[in-house]
């Protein structure tokens, strides 16, 4: 018996009503994702584009698959015939193949936008002056098929929770501007994708529509493929 069903079970009572669970399951075999699927659970989030095409083949196909680490442009390829969401967008060059993959594949795929809310340097993601170039050059306009959705976001790996707020409210902020200043009379302009295992309480707190837990569900990961 591994827990992942109880795991989950007591995780989603936490959840306010409205708020997604992404099941990030990266480096965990096939079955772990089979009994959290009989759980229930749906959304699944996997960092490495070839780990998530061979998953993909291997589960139910109502499973919605989200990207959530960085991804190169040259294996967009690999998942744009099936991915639910792309939350991982750090540049405009990006957002470029991904529309082309997506209109290759006769789809619109959901995408949000990465902002760099960590002080660490190592982070990937846009920053607010970057984003806002790219909405007045009115570039958007031109990608049909991609659907912008929200904002996401990495906080610093840190215990110290005030710094961790302070970077929740960051990005919160900055999405609270997009919204109003370009993504107004687009209703599914909705999500905040912000909070992990270590901070998802925190997250929550500072206005998370979309948290991306791994660890708590499916137990801790032996190898380091953290971005
Ligand atoms: C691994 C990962 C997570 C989940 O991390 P946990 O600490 O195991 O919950 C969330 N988001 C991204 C982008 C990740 O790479």
New binding site residues.
Partial sequence: MSGIAENLIMFREELPEGVTLVA?S?TKPVEDIIEAYNAGQRVFGE?RAQELMEKHEHVPDDVLWHM??HLQRNKVKYIAEFVHMIESVDSLRLLRAVNKEAKKAGRVINCLLQFHIAKEETKFGFSPEEVDDIMQSKVLNELENVNIRGVMG?ATFTDDMDKVRGEFKFLKSVFENLKSKYFMNKSDFSEISMG???DYKVALEEGSTMV?????IFGARYCKT??
């Fill in positions: 990030v990266k960092n959530v680490g990495m992990m295992s270590g991306r837990v791994g660890t708590n953290d971005n």
